[in-house]
Structure formats: C-alpha cells, structure tokens
C-alpha cells in the first residue's frame, strides 16, 4: 500500500532547510537549537565593539584627574621660593630657599611662597587653593604645607593651609599672622616680609607639634635674619579689663582714706605708663643642607587660611 503524501512532506523539509542556510555560509547549514547564530547577529558584534570602545575612551578622558588639569594651568614650582615677579633680590631669595629647605628637612613641614605679577582677574582664594592643589605643597601622609600666595598687581597676599596644619594655624590665627606681619610689611615695601611671615606661622606649626619654637628661631637667626616685632596698636580686653578693675579699686581706696572730713597733706599724682603689649615672632634661617629642589610631596589642603589687601 503506497502513501503518495510521503513525497511532498520529503521535499517541503528540504526546501526549508535550504532557506534556512545563509547565503555566505557556503552552503553550510548552521547548528539548530540555542547556540545557533544569525548572520545578522554576526555583523552587529564588530560595530557594537567598536562603539563601546570608542564610549569607554571618551569617559577616560572626561575622568582625567583635576589635579593633572589644574599643573597645566600654573607654571611649575621651581623650589620654595617661586618669584615670578622678580620682587626678591637675589641674595634674600637664596637665603629664604636655604632656611625653607631646613624647614622641611628638620620638621617635615613644607612652605611655599609664590609671587605671582597678577591672577587675571581670578579670585585669590580660588587661586590660592586651585595653586596649592596643583603643586601638591607637603608630604601626602602627613599633608603638613602651607603656601604664601602674593599677588603684585592685586595688592593682595594670601596663606593657604594644609590639612595637616590646620590645628595649629585655624583661619582666626592665621589671619591675625597676615593683618599682623605680612600686610604691614609688604605695605612698608619690605622683601623679607614673606620670611617674617613664614616664621610667625612656622612657630605655631612646631609648638602644635611638641618642638620649641625657639628651635626655628635659631635658625632664623643663624641666616641673618633680624625678627620682626610687631607694633601695638592699643590695649587687649584682659589688660583693658585690669586697669579699669585697678582704677576703681584706686578711687574706693582714695575716698575710705579721707574718711568724713578733710585732711591736709600732699597731693598724690598717679601716672599711667604705656608698656608694649603683644611681642615679636621668633624667627628661622640656615643656610641650605645640600641637595636641591626635588618637588613638592603631593599634600593637600582644605581651604583653610586667610589673607588682605595691602
């Protein structure tokens, strides 16, 4: 008995699987199931690789570090003292550099000065940090830097503090460091206003780290320099508080004294002496101990300081 349908159904799968075969395959028929993979599928890999590598090289270059962007924007720290306004004579630079070099090599605190011609119309303050982040201004474990920032054309000076240092030096301080030394200083036209300056800070950073100060102001003396004592510019509130008390206590004296009626005698005149109050910074110098510039360590600072216009 014959099955004349058996023929058709025969020649129906095989047309089928003909389709079913990709042109480029060569005649090749591709493995049925899961793991079976279109042409289509096949052309799309490429490109999509292509694509994605081009996503991830944009994103590289959109992440690059701040800090590299920010060393193209300044010029580079040439040693701890950079005057690129050409302020300092010669002799006070190299004298400065000497003592800042011993500074960091005895106490491993790092102190840059940077005098800059103008900002171009940026805030100082931005600058300050932007320039302390850009050249990494103490040593990255112990971030203990400060960066004196003198802007000529400004008429402004700015003191930047690292995160190590800002126990020591917090913004009330440091500003009475650069109302008290720095502006009168750069005011009066003095070039070692940022040596004075350096050291009024630097006493605060070693006695915050259990060192004498006097330790930095022997080597501000050995390197010539004569410290600078501040002027007073009138009586503090403690003292102001002490002679008001001693003024009353004087007068109530005075009336138990005469009593009820009227004695004759000399007559007491009490003068008032105006002593010096506040005191002189310390100072600190050296000659440098060999070795020269290697770069800033790469701290950080968290926006702390303080600065003016002179």
């Not at 550099?97 to 090599?105: A, K, P, R, S, T």
């Not at 100082?124 to 054309?153: I, S």
Request: overall charge neutral.
């Amino acid at each position: 008995m014959t099955f004349p349908i058996l023929p058709a159904i025969v020649c129906h799968r095989r047309r089928a699987e003909a389709r079913a075969v990709p042109p480029d395959s060569g005649g090749l028929t591709p493995p049925a199931g899961p793991f079976r993979v279109h042409a289509r599928n096949r052309l799309a890999a490429p490109r999509t690789t292509f694509f994605s590598a081009l996503a991830v090289l944009f994103l590289v270059s959109c992440l690059r570090p701040a800090a590299t962007v920010a060393r193209d924007e300044f010029p580079q720290a040439v040693g701890y003292v950079n005057d690129f306004a050409h302020v300092i004579p010669q002799a006070e630079e190299g004298k400065l550099e000497g003592f800042l070099q011993n500074v960091d090599q005895k106490y491993g605190i790092q102190v840059a000065i940077a005098i800059m011609p103008d900002l171009g119309g940026e805030d100082p303050t931005e600058y300050a940090n932007r320039l302390y982040e850009a050249w990494g201004v103490g040593d990255p474990n112990t971030d203990r830097g400060l960066l004196v920032l003198d802007a000529r054309k400004e008429r402004f000076v700015r003191v930047e503090v690292g995160y190590g240092l800002e126990g020591a030096l917090p913004d009330a301080r440091t500003g009475d460091v650069v109302r008290g030394v720095l502006i009168p200083l750069l005011a009066a036209g003095r070039t070692d206003a940022y040596a004075q300056g350096a050291l009024a800070l630097l006493e605060f950073a070693v006695a915050d780290m259990g060192r004498d100060p006097a330790e930095v102001d022997a080597l501000f003396e050995s390197a010539g320099y004569v410290a600078y004592a501040p002027k007073s510019k009138g009586i503090d509130k403690e003292t102001l508080e002490f002679l008001v008390l001693l003024l009353v206590v004087l007068i109530l004296l005075s009336a138990m004294r005469r009593g009820g009626g009227r004695r004759r005698g000399r007559r007491r005149t009490v003068y008032w002496g105006g002593g010096g109050f506040g005191g002189g910074f310390g100072g600190f110098g050296g000659g440098s101990s060999g070795g020269g510039f290697g770069g800033f360590g790469g701290g950080m600072s968290g926006g702390g300081g303080a600065g003016g216009s002179y």
